[in-house]
């Protein structure tokens, strides 16, 4: 009886590992090809819908463990798509809005991703939307991780290219207390101080 335990046992476990090895790399290795083959066909598309198309194809393929990463693999490209010179607002908004759809609201780099994403979206375009979505989600990050530094930056420069001193300098200030050797915010409060033109 105890043997027959022990075989059942080791039997389990080895269907276990498997179970486990083909949802944590078989289906990571697929996903992350399936994402290179969209990268391929990048230079072929021509509309949004192809676009939103070509990602489902990967951001749909169940792979728990790199879901996360192709996402914000995803974010990065299209913060490049939306910050390009010339860039159609719709465009740029409707990239945003599907990979908002996918992104995880609790993940700091899902949320940076968005928040960059709308703060070029406005610096391109100026709908007061935007910059409101970009400032939402540089807040939301600073409630979790008060100290990053592409959040502190980018509220910043969100706020210098608004033209809002006062939230400038608050924001320099208190990125100055972590990194008080920046030539850049000792640049920008000077500014402040003299009256000058941040821009």
Sequence with gaps: MQEAIKKTSYCLIIIGMTVLTYQ???RTLVKGRKYIETIGRANSIKTVQQFEENLRDVLDYPA????????KFIGGDVINLVAKPGQSEEIGRELIRFVESYSDQKDVLHILNLGRAYHYLWVNHKNPEDYKSAEKYYEKILVIAPKLPPVLYGMIDLYRVAGDREKTKEYAEKTLMY???DARLIDILKKIKNGQPLL
């Design 64 to 71: 728990p463990v790199s879901d996360d990463e192709i996402v």
């Design 24 to 26: 944590g790399s078989f």
């Design 179 to 181: 990194w008080p050797k």
